[in-house]
């Protein structure tokens, strides 16, 4: 039995089919022809996979639409209608081209940088010529890596999956096991922050990921919880950064740490 593919790799393996195919596929041919589906214990089980990966590609705005035989009308096929799939005509400015490259720039060091670098190769074939003037040279963001924890988070808080995980407090340097409700994801002063429900102490707070130690693991089914109307995710980073602000005193060797002296 092949291993699992993950439900995003499926999902985009069945547009590809879906997009391809000249007329449309049926649900054998799904099954047999789509990398993702061959693992299926059974029928039963191949057909709730489809239909929730149906219904989940029509969420995002992809246009799969049921076409049936003309001979047999209760066989049914699918396909992605191609002209309401496709995008209108793009044209980016060098200005407009040059912020998307300073975002790309973001994702460097991150869990995201290839894909980051992937669609913005895409994006150069539409937008300006290369010796067009970028009104952002010179500008990058400076953002310290997340970690291995980022991906996970990302998707729990989009699933609204709780999760669990080891984090080392700043204050005391305890380490324990959380229990968490990701509600957003926060980059704020050069770290990243997961804004949740601490079920623990239950209440809202902030962690920074450069502190959450081992793996982040998911706790029961997506859809558990819901983010309160009316949270502000930035304003709770803020105080919670207000909170670990201290005062250092620093030895330095002499004509050393120039740019810190600069500061």
């Given amino acids: 039995m092949p291993d699992a593919l993950p439900p995003a790799e499926r999902l985009l393996n069945l547009v590809i089919a879906l997009v391809n195919t000249q007329h449309r596929m049926t649900k054998e041919q799904i099954r047999t022809s789509v990398a993702g589906y ?4 059974s029928t039963d089980a191949f057909e709730r996979m489809f ?4 219904e989940t590609l029509r969420e995002l705005g992809i246009p799969v639409v049921t076409v049936t035989s003309a001979a047999h009308g209760d066989d049914l096929g699918y396909r992605v209608d191609p002209d309401a799939y496709a995008l209108p005509p793009m044209e980016l400015s060098a200005a407009q081209l ?3 490259a300073l975002a790309a720039d973001f994702w460097q060091g991150q869990v995201l940088r290839s894909d980051a670098a992937r669609g913005l190769t895409k994006l150069r074939v539409v937008g300006a010529t290369p010796s067009e003037a970028d009104t952002v040279a010179g500008l990058s963001p400076r953002l310290n890596p997340a970690g291995p924890a980022l991906a996970p988070l990302l998707d729990a808080a989009h699933d609204r999956q709780v999760v669990t995980f080891t984090y080392r407090t700043a204050s005391t340097g305890e380490v324990r096991r959380r229990v968490v409700e990701p509600w957003r994801l926060v980059a704020s002063r050069g770290g990243w922050y997961l804004v949740g429900h601490d079920r623990d ?5 902030v962690f920074r990921l450069s502190r959450i130690e081992g793996p982040v693991r998911t706790v029961g089914p997506p859809g558990a919880f819901t983010v309160p109307t ?3 995710a930035r304003e709770l980073v803020a105080v919670a950064q207000r909170g670990e602000e201290r005062v250092a005193w620093l030895a330095v060797a002499a004509d050393r740490a120039g ?5």
């Fill in 38 to 41: 061959d693992h299926a214990a």
């Fill in 51 to 54: 239909e929730r990966d149906k």
């Fill in 98 to 100: 040059g912020v998307l």
């Fill in 201 to 205: 102490r239950a209440g809202a707070r």
């Fill in 230 to 232: 009316g949270t502000d």
């Fill in 259 to 263: 740019a810190l002296r600069a500061r």
